[in-house]
C-alpha cells in the first residue's frame, strides 16, 4: 500500500521528564544523522482525510476516560525506510492498544494499517554503518516512558511540516 503523506494523525507524547530524556537521545542522534526536525513522538492513529470538531470532540471525551499509559521502550533500531530510519520500538500492550481502537471509535474509522508503536528518532535515508556505530554511542533506554497527552496534527511529509491543532491531556488518575 502506498504511504499517504497529506494527512491527520493522531500522536501519543510523553512527560516532561521524559521528553527531556527523549530529547537528549534525539538530539545525539540528529549530530550524527542529520535528518529533518520534528517532535518526538509515538504515531497512534491515522492517516485521516479529515478530521471535524466532532471528532475533535470525540477524541477529547476519549482521553478524559483513558489515563495515562506507562510504555516499555525496547532497543534501539534502524531500518531502510525514510520514516523509520532510527527508533525505539515500544513493547505493544493493552492499555495502548485501547487507547487507539477507543480512538478508531471516535473518529468513526477503521485502522488501515497494522499497528507498530515505535518512537522515531530520525527520518532520512542513513547509511547503515552510521546508525549501526551510533546504537553503541548512545545512553542506555529507561525501562518504562509515560504517554500523558494526545496530539491531533495536521502532516505533509512532502514539505516535512507537522502542524500541531490539538493537544488533549490523557485523565492523570
Not at 108 to 116: I, T
Not at 152 to 172: G, Q, S, Y
Amino acid at each position: 500500500m502506498e504511504r499517504i503523506s497529506k494527512g491527520f494523525w493522531i500522536w501519543c507524547e510523553f512527560t516532561e521528564s521524559d521528553s527531556a530524556f527523549l530529547s537528549g537521545i534525539s538530539n545525539s542522534v540528529q549530530k550524527i544523522l542529520k535528518g529533518p526536525y520534528f517532535d518526538l513522538h509515538l504515531t497512534l492513529a491515522g492517516p485521516f482525510n479529515n478530521i471535524n470538531e466532532s471528532s475533535i470532540s470525540n477524541i477529547v471525551k476519549v482521553c478524559q476516560n483513558h489515563s495515562c499509559i506507562k510504555v516499555n521502550p525496547l532497543k534501539y533500531k534502524y531500518k531502510n525506510d525514510f520514516f523509520e530510519s532510527f527508533y525505539i520500538p515500544i513493547e505493544n500492550s493493552e492499555k495502548l492498544i485501547g487507547l487507539r481502537n477507543s480512538i478508531y471509535r471516535a473518529i468513526r474509522s477503521n485502522a488501515l494499517h497494522d499497528f507498530y508503536p515505535h518512537i522515531s528518532l530520525s527520518y532520512g535515508n542513513h547509511e547503515k554503518h552510521m546508525k549501526e556505530d551510533l546504537i553503541s554511542k548512545l545512553v542506555a533506554i529507561k525501562k518504562t516512558i509515560t504517554i500523558d497527552k494526545v496530539t491531533i496534527v495536521d502532516v505533509n511529509e512532502d514539505i516535512f511540516m507537522w502542524k500541531r491543532l490539538e493537544e488533549i491531556e490523557l485523565n492523570a488518575s
